[in-house]
Structure formats: structure tokens, C-alpha cells
């Protein structure tokens, strides 16, 4: 441990390598190049102050803003003194026993976690490796019935992808064009009468018209507050994959304010789609105004809405910080121009939970039903969900 050193002695270059690597347990991308930026950085604001060297250092490590909570929690425990610094960078060799004290965050937690290298003796390399490729049922079990905002970095990853491989049908309707087919009442002359030409003017062959199906059109808003930071992410990626068969879906984000997500869905790569959307979203991890959000819905976009077919979910917390007069009148012009407004929140996770924020009272009110959306077990069950409600 003495050869590591800290900033006292001249090693504030392996300090901040080692808060890099930290970074990157924690799920942020950092490489090389970033730490090198950041070293550089150091240098040039020195380390006189401890806010000056966070923000430099924030300035070229973080490249997203949910990230800056991880980024400042891990910075103020990594730096609080040279220490701390020297436990955590010991935690990089196999004999390492200094743990760093405990955070509320699983992504922070799990980046400054003991961590066992790769010939660590005690280290069983064929298990985990199993484990990595196919994980056994209980470990699964778990995950699936994990709250979305209590897992570490690496299983929000993994639960990430597998929330990709939930279906979601959406009930289907009756159009009301027509197209031929076998089973409809009404008659499709001109091929019957076409048919007719070739059979001397007999009508042996009556061809029918029927209305199509397809799916229920989707109107999708997504709250992206500091509350709802994780699940936003998640439920973004699940519904991009979930519904990339729907012709008619339009998704939007609010927080402080709209920002419509529907060019980035339209992307077929859900990486990608996540990636533009970070980039068009700049409130992330702000507050939530949803009834400013819905009147600007109402002026900009009252097209969307196709008819009174259209299935509006809602995924929020309900924590709103808006007037409740607005977003009782907003949500009101929404109930009468769709056909299902469905509240998904994650704050059913918790045993006897009761909409009782002024907000939260507003939309339970207005909801033809709330429903849970914070674990993969409930978003299995959303498709079930849905087709009960629909049929009512």
C-alpha cells in the first residue's frame, strides 16, 4: 500500500487513475484518453480547492447528465482525504481488505467494492464464468423480482437486455377500411363480378370485404425526473423493443417540459435510439411538469392522437411539482381523446402505497387504472394487464 501514494506525495496521477477506474465500475464510460484528459485537467486547476477539481474533472469524465449524481457521490468519497484514496486504490490489488464506507447508490456501492483480480488464488474461474454465460434460476428469480432502482450497475445492464425480450402485444382493433377476405358480410362486387365474366355470368364465387386489424395505436409518456432516473432508461429500451412492430406509436419525454422521442424510436438499433434520445432530452433528472407538458402536447402535436383509438400510457411516479388545476384541465382533454389513459408507476413496489400528492391525486382521477412497472415480473405481466382492461 505504501507505493501508491497520495497527492501529498506526488502521486495524485495514480489518484485520479484509480477514481477512473472506479468511474468505469460504476457503469460511466471512461477510458484512457479521459483520464489522461482529467489528469490534465488536475494540473491546470490545481488542487487548492476541492469544488475547482471536481468540476474540471467533471467537465471531460462525465458525458451524460444522469451521471453527474454518480460522478459527484463517487468524487466526494474517493477525495475526502488521502485515505480514503489509498484504501480504494488498494482495493485494485488481490490483498486488499479496506472497504470504502457504504453509499445509498448500488452503481456507487459497487464501484468502490473490494474487487478480486484475475489471480486472486481464491478466485473459481469456472463458475463465474458459467454464471456469466447462463445463470442459475434462483439468481434469475431475483432479478426478475428486483426493483429496477435497487440494482447494481452491472445488473441494471443485464436487466437492461432481458427487459429487450419482453413482448408486448397490444390488443388489436377493427379498421375501418376494408380489404378482401373470406369472412367479412359485405360483398366485394367488382371481383365478383370480375370472377362472374369467366363463368358465362353465373355467380358461383361471391368475394367478401372485411376490415383489417392492427394494433392500438400508442401514445407514450415517459417522466425522465431526478426521481424516475432509473427506470426511465430501462422502460425507454423495453418499450423501443416491445412495440418496433407497432405502426402507430409516438413517445415523448417530460420533464420540466415536452421533448418528443418519436424520430429516435424510429431508429431500429435500441442502443442507438437511447443514444439520440439522451440527446434530445435536456431536463433529465429535473423536475416534472406534466400538465405544462400535456398543453404543449395539446398545441403542438393534438394529432397524434388518432381519433378516440388511441391507448395513452403514462409512466410516472405522480410526483408533480406543476399546478394541479392545470394538470386536471390537461388531463381532462386527454381522457375525452383516447380510448384508455393507463397510469404505469413505479411507486407501487411499495406495500399499501396511496396516490396522495396533489399531483399523484390529480392523475389516479383521471387513469382508467394504474398499474406496476418496476420490476421485470410486472413488465411480463403488462401484456396481460392491458388486454384485461381493454375488454371492459
Given at each position: ?290 400538465g405544462a407538458s400535456l398543453a404543449t402536447l395539446r398545441q403542438r402535436h393534438a394529432r397524434r392522437l388518432v381519433g378516440r383509438r388511441s391507448l395513452v400510457l403514462v409512466i410516472s411516479d405522480g410526483l408533480d411539482t406543476g399546478e394541479p388545476e392545470e394538470l386536471d384541465r390537461e388531463l381532462d382533454w386527454l381522457t375525452h381523446r383516447c380510448r384508455r389513459l393507463l397510469w404505469l408507476n413505479p411507486l407501487l413496489r411499495f406495500e399499501g402505497y396511496a396516490p396522495l400528492a396533489r399531483g399523484a391525486a390529480v392523475l389516479h382521477r383521471h387513469a382508467d387504472a394504474m ?22
Amino acid at each position: 500500500m505504501a507505493t501508491l501514494g497520495d497527492a501529498r506525495r506526488g502521486k495524485l496521477a495514480d489518484n485520479i487513475a484509480g477514481f477512473g477506474r472506479a468511474l468505469r465500475r460504476a457503469g460511466l464510460r471512461v477510458d484512457s484518453a479521459r483520464i489522461a484528459l482529467a489528469q490534465e485537467a488536475a494540473q491546470l486547476v490545481g488542487v487548492g480547492r476541492k469544488d475547482d477539481l471536481s468540476a474540471a474533472m467533471e467537465a471531460v469524465l462525465v458525458s451524460r447528465e444522469d451521471e453527474r449524481t454518480i460522478f459527484r457521490e463517487l468524487f466526494d468519497a474517493f477525495f475526502r482525504d488521502p485515505e480514503v484514496a489509498h484504501k480504494l486504490l488498494g482495493q485494485m490489488l488481490p490483498t486488499a481488505q479496506g472497504r470504502s464506507e457504504p453509499s445509498k447508490r448500488p452503481r456507487v456501492s459497487e464501484a468502490l467494492s473490494p474487487q478480486k483480480r484475475f489471480g486472486d488464488a481464491q478466485r473459481k474461474p469456472d463458475q463465474e464464468i458459467e454464471f456469466d454465460a447462463a445463470m442459475t434460476a434462483s439468481d434469475l428469480a431475483r432479478l426478475k423480482h428486483a426493483d429496477f432502482n435497487a440494482l447494481t450497475a452491472s445488473e441494471f445492464r443485464l436487466v437492461e437486455r432481458l427487459a429487450r425480450e419482453i413482448a408486448l402485444p397490444v390488443p388489436e382493433i377493427e379498421l375501418r377500411r376494408t380489404r378482401p377476405g373470406t369472412r367479412g358480410t359485405q360483398l366485394h362486387w367488382s371481383r365478383t363480378l370480375r370472377h362472374a365474366g369467366h363463368t358465362g355470368g353465373e355467380l358461383l364465387v361471391l368475394r367478401r370485404l372485411q376490415r383489417g386489424r392492427a394494433p392500438l395505436p400508442l401514445l407514450v409518456l415517459v417522466d425522465i425526473s431526478g426521481s424516475m432516473e432509473r427506470y426511465a432508461r430501462l422502460l425507454l429500451a423495453f418499450l423501443h423493443a416491445a412495440t418496433r412492430a407497432h405502426r402507430r406509436r409516438d413517445v415523448f419525454a417530460f420533464g420540466t417540459h415536452l421533448t418528443d422521442l418519436t424520430p429516435a424510436f424510429r431508429l431500429a438499433d435500441t442502443d442507438a435510439m437511447l443514444a439520440a434520445a439522451s440527446a434530445a432530452i435536456d431536463d433529465f433528472a429535473g423536475g416534472t411538469r406534466l400538465g405544462a407538458s400535456l398543453a404543449t402536447l395539446r398545441q403542438r402535436h393534438a394529432r397524434r392522437l388518432v381519433g378516440r383509438r388511441s391507448l395513452v400510457l403514462v409512466i410516472s411516479d405522480g410526483l408533480d411539482t406543476g399546478e394541479p388545476e392545470e394538470l386536471d384541465r390537461e388531463l381532462d382533454w386527454l381522457t375525452h381523446r383516447c380510448r384508455r389513459l393507463l397510469w404505469l408507476n413505479p411507486l407501487l413496489r411499495f406495500e399499501g402505497y396511496a396516490p396522495l400528492a396533489r399531483g399523484a391525486a390529480v392523475l389516479h382521477r383521471h387513469a382508467d387504472a394504474m398499474l406496476a412497472v418496476h420490476n421485470l415480473a410486472k413488465l411480463q405481466d403488462l401484456a396481460l394487464s392491458l388486454a384485461a382492461l381493454l375488454d371492459k
